[in-house]
């Protein structure tokens, strides 16, 4: 059993910045990723940065210099560091974590590649 659970989000001007966090908790696995993905009501489910346990990290191209992922000493809490927001960061932020490495589609952390899910923090940015 796997659980995840996001903290940090909130409502922040234009230009600031919030830093999500995610803990991970339940069955361990020596190769995996984790990562963070964003959606709108309405809207797919987009990725915005992923990172393996080795921190090789992958980004979005509409937030690369602006955020950066990473993830703790002892591999059980992932951190996402949001500078320079702008309104269209506004979204529900999802963490995720999958068995093995990462996997990219069209330059995006694939969400349908991902196993586990947390319940999601909202951003708002104006």
């Known amino acids: 059993h796997v659980q995840l659970v996001e903290s940090g989000g909130g409502s922040v001007q234009a230009g600031g910045s919030l830093r999500l966090s995610c803990t991970y908790s339940?069955?361990?696995?020596?190769?995996?990723?984790m990562g963070w993905f964003r959606q709108d009501p309405g809207k797919e489910r987009e990725g915005v940065a992923s990172?393996?346990?080795?921190?090789?990290?992958y980004y979005a191209d509409s937030v690369k210099g602006r955020f950066t992922i990473s993830l703790d000493s002892a591999k059980t809490t992932m951190t996402l560091q949001m500078n320079s927001l702008k309104p269209e960061d506004t979204s529900m932020y999802y963490c995720?974590?999958?068995?093995?490495?990462?996997?990219?589609?069209?330059?995006?952390?694939?969400?349908?590649?991902?196993?586990?899910w947390g319940q999601g923090t909202q951003v708002t940015v104006s």
């Open positions: 990172i393996t346990s080795l921190r090789k990290t």
């Open positions: 995720a974590a999958k068995r093995w490495g990462c996997e990219v589609v069209q330059g995006r952390p694939d969400p349908n590649s991902f196993d586990y």
């Open positions: 339940g069955n361990t696995y020596s190769n995996f990723c």
